[in-house]
Nanobody
Framework: QVQPVESGGGLVQAGGSLRLSCLASGRTFSNSFMGWFRRAPGKEREFLAVISTSGDYTYYADSVKGRFTISRDNAKNTIYLQMNSLKPEDTGVYYC??????????????????WGKGTLVTVSS
């Protein structure tokens, strides 16, 4: 399976916006709930948002709810993350990957981890 390719990161001031893209080609991705994750400096990987295969279901971590919006365009094999009202604590490397529910939480789909290089988001104060 080809790894996803994330893009759209950059340096932005607090309060600004960015739109991330994840090109994820292949049946594995098109048939999967897809999630966005980030790894902040010195911290463990954090789940941010998930979207169903058709796009009719989304779920967000409390840390980004109301500020981030996940979407997907299956015709383009692309998952997006619109990030508004960015905060310095949003700084990190952002990744997309298939996601699954584990009880009341979401995380990377165990056994289907295809981590790409990610895209770096830096939010200055």
């Amino acid at each position: 399976q080809v790894q996803p390719v994330e893009s759209g990161g950059g340096l932005v001031q607090a309060g600004g916006s960015l739109r991330l893209s994840c090109l994820a080609s292949g049946r594995t991705f098109s048939n999967s709930f897809m999630g966005w994750f980030r790894r902040a400096p010195g911290k463990e990987r954090e789940f941010l948002a998930v979207i169903s295969t058709s796009g009719d279901y989304t779920y967000y971590a409390d840390s980004v709810k109301g500020r981030f919006t996940i979407s997907r365009d299956n015709a383009k094999n692309t998952i997006y993350l619109q990030m508004n009202s960015l905060k310095p604590e949003d700084t990190g490397v952002y990744y997309c990957n298939p996601a699954a529910a584990y009880g009341s939480t979401w995380d990377a789909y165990y056994g289907m981890e295809y981590w790409g290089k990610g895209t770096l988001v830096t939010v200055s104060s």
